[in-house]
């Protein structure tokens, strides 16, 4: 079985400031990850996701992640985040099948970002 | 085609009635998936569809719970005899068009609140 930890229940930010979205994964098999945003009343968009290759990753609206193995690790980035990135981030992961597969996520980090 | 989508958006019922979710997922995505969502959680896994064929159902779906996908478009989810703790968002996805196979685009959900 695979799981997911997000160590930061929240992060509060200042516009303009850099941030960094911590994930770590549990798997015993070879994994696909993904990181997700929930803005309100709203279902879960794909950021980005790492299927193999380039540890490093860029996705939508200036993100990006890096993947670590040795640490088991999926962090997430913006290096310039706005008031409009406030919102939940889940990371997620699935067993690497060749095609998607069910989710296992993280309980997610609310991003506040404030002026 | 706007996207997976999901009715009603918010369901209030008493405990003990049965109620019933529609998902309809993008057109030509062949797996159809079921999440449950409570507050401050990240989604959880309970069911998921290969065209009409539900392929595998996580130990939180009880009997209770039952979701069908005939003919392999839509899919309902009915939940029996609601419980207070069954006060949920529940998600739905669909994914592996031919050209993305790895990612499930998600509906906005269904809010349940049972009173």
């Known amino acids: 079985a695979q799981s997911v930890t997000q160590l930061d229940s929240q992060v509060p930010v200042f516009e303009e400031a850099p941030v960094e979205l911590r994930c770590n994964y549990s798997s015993s098999v070879s994994v696909y990850l993904f990181w997700y945003v929930q803005y309100p009343n709203q279902g879960l968009q794909l950021l980005l996701k790492y299927l193999s290759g380039s540890t490093l990753v860029k996705g939508i609206n200036g993100f990006e992640a890096e993947f670590n193995k040795s640490q088991t690790s999926f962090h997430l980035r913006k290096p310039s985040v706005h008031i409009s990135d406030t919102a939940e981030y889940f990371c997620a992961v699935s067993k690497n099948t060749g095609t998607a597969s069910k989710l296992t996520f993280g309980t997610g980090t609310r991003l506040q970002v404030t002026l | 085609d706007t996207g997976v989508s999901q009715n009603p958006r918010h369901k209030i019922t008493k405990r003990g009635q049965n109620v019933t979710f529609r998902c309809d997922p993008i057109s030509e995505h062949n797996r159809l998936y079921w999440y449950r969502q409570t507050l401050g959680q990240g989604p959880e896994f309970l069911t998921y569809f290969q065209n009409e064929a539900q392929l595998e159902k996580s130990r939180l779906l009880s009997d209770r719970f039952s979701a069908e996908r005939p003919k392999g478009s839509f899919s309902t989810l009915e939940i029996q005899r609601t419980e207070q703790g069954d006060s949920a968002m529940y998600l739905c996805?669909?994914?592996?068009?031919?050209?993305?196979?790895?990612?499930?685009?998600f509906g906005p959900g269904t809010r349940l609140t049972v009173t």
């Open positions: 996805a669909s994914s592996t068009p031919p050209w993305d196979p790895y990612e499930q685009y």
